[in-house]
């Protein structure tokens, strides 16, 4: 056992998110897994201090087009692989999303995402 203690379950999906925080450049990263109160984003040596509060951008790319899900969120946990995050209150329709692709099959989570 590792250590970590979790609120909710999270899965291995890759999703583009967008890291807005102060005046850091807002590129993509990528999620190593997600949740429905947290997600560990994949960045090359984060640059983001613990406690920080940013805005987290899911970009969900599928077969009729691109959302954009903002999610306030936390920084919890800086690795060098990454930083974790901790999810503050977000819309119903983004829980309902996160639900859906928690809940999926993975071949169906990969053609949403193709």
Do not use: C
Request: proline letters at 5%; zero cysteines.
């Amino acid at each position: 056992m590792n250590g970590e203690q979790r609120a909710s379950i999270r899965k291995r999906i890759p999703l583009d998110v967008v890291i807005n925080y102060a005046f850091l450049d807002s590129r993509r990263w990528r999620t190593r897994d997600i949740g429905l109160d947290s997600a560990f984003i994949k960045m090359r040596q984060p640059s983001l201090p613990l406690g920080a509060a940013v805005d987290a951008m899911l970009v969900l790319e599928h077969a009729s087009g691109i959302e954009h899900h903002h999610v306030p969120a936390q920084i919890i946990r800086v690795t060098k692989e990454g930083v974790a995050l901790k999810f503050g209150d977000y819309s119903q329709h983004t829980y309902n999303v996160l639900l859906r692709l928690l809940d999926a099959p993975p071949e169906y989570r990969l053609a949403e995402q193709a």
